[in-house]
């Protein structure tokens, strides 16, 4: 390990431990629920018949059937769940760069016997394995749920929503990492990054009800990933190897932007 990497690791244990109580809490809420949800299917049903469709359409298709793959996975890998893990990625991306300069710190890095490249690199790493802690939390502690709540969702489903929900989050934590060290600003990188993931989101659940949006949500990766029925219907490769390239591009032209600015 680095020491860079180890540094910024090290910072992070407490900041951390929020992330994983948020994350554990509303992993134990959702599996612990359903029982109850389940005994009440019919009075559900009814209400999930009623919805509005600017409802539907903004918490995904998922919610517009009662099923357990349908309300597990949308509280899970489609709404709070997934805020988590995004909200983590962009805080902690955001941080890499941005976040030691604003601090004062960065120039103390900067001199350490390793290039600016793997510095930048080191705190991309910091940040991506934070976050597949968070979500390999939340992905055991399902799998542990599953038999106890009469959970009976296919094994290779629940890996591919865990996949997919990383490295949706990662994209856009891979974004504010770019945007913080090309500016420097953490709330640039924070601004940037995570209004975009809400107006994508948001793009996405009212392409459905808005023609002209319809071909503007093509761009938004929440089209790609549905949360909401992943847990049903699984998720074709292409989508994690079209995230996982974005990722790569973003973080790529983050450490170039670093690489070339100027800190004097």
Excluded: C, H, Q
């Excluded at 979500?135 to 959970?151: I, Q, Y």
């Amino acid at each position: 390990m680095t020491p860079v990497l180890g540094r910024t690791l090290a910072r992070e244990r407490r900041p951390i431990l929020g992330w994983v109580v948020g994350v554990a809490l509303i992993t134990l809420i959702t599996v612990a629920s359903w029982p109850g949800i389940a005994e009440s299917s019919a009075d559900f049903e009814e209400i999930l018949a009623n919805l509005p469709a600017a409802l539907t359409a903004f918490f995904g298709e998922g919610i517009a059937s009662f099923s357990a793959a349908a309300i597990v996975g949308s509280r899970l890998y489609g709404t709070i769940g997934m805020a988590l893990f995004i909200g983590y990625a962009v805080s902690r991306g955001a941080r890499g760069i941005a976040g030691e300069e604003g601090d004062g710190t960065l120039e103390l890095l900067v001199t350490l016997p390793v290039s600016r490249t793997a510095v930048a690199v080191d705190k991309v790493v910091a940040m991506l394995l934070g976050l597949s802690g968070l979500v390999v939390l939340e992905l055991v502690m399902l799998l542990v749920a599953m038999p106890l709540v009469d959970l009976d969702f296919a094994v290779g489903n629940v890996l591919a929503a865990s996949v997919g929900v990383y490295l949706l989050s990662a994209l856009f934590g891979g974004l504010a990492f770019a945007v913080g060290a090309a500016t420097g600003s953490r709330g640039a990188a924070v601004g940037i990054a995570g209004g975009l993931a809400g107006g994508l989101f948001l793009l996405t659940g009212f392409a459905s009800l808005v023609d002209w949006l319809e071909p503007l949500s093509a761009i938004s990766p929440f089209s790609a990933y549905d949360g909401t029925v992943v847990l049903s219907e699984g998720l074709g490769a292409g989508t994690p190897l079209v995230f996982a390239a974005l990722v790569v591009l973003l973080v790529a032209v983050g450490v170039a932007a670093f690489d070339r600015r100027d800190l004097s």
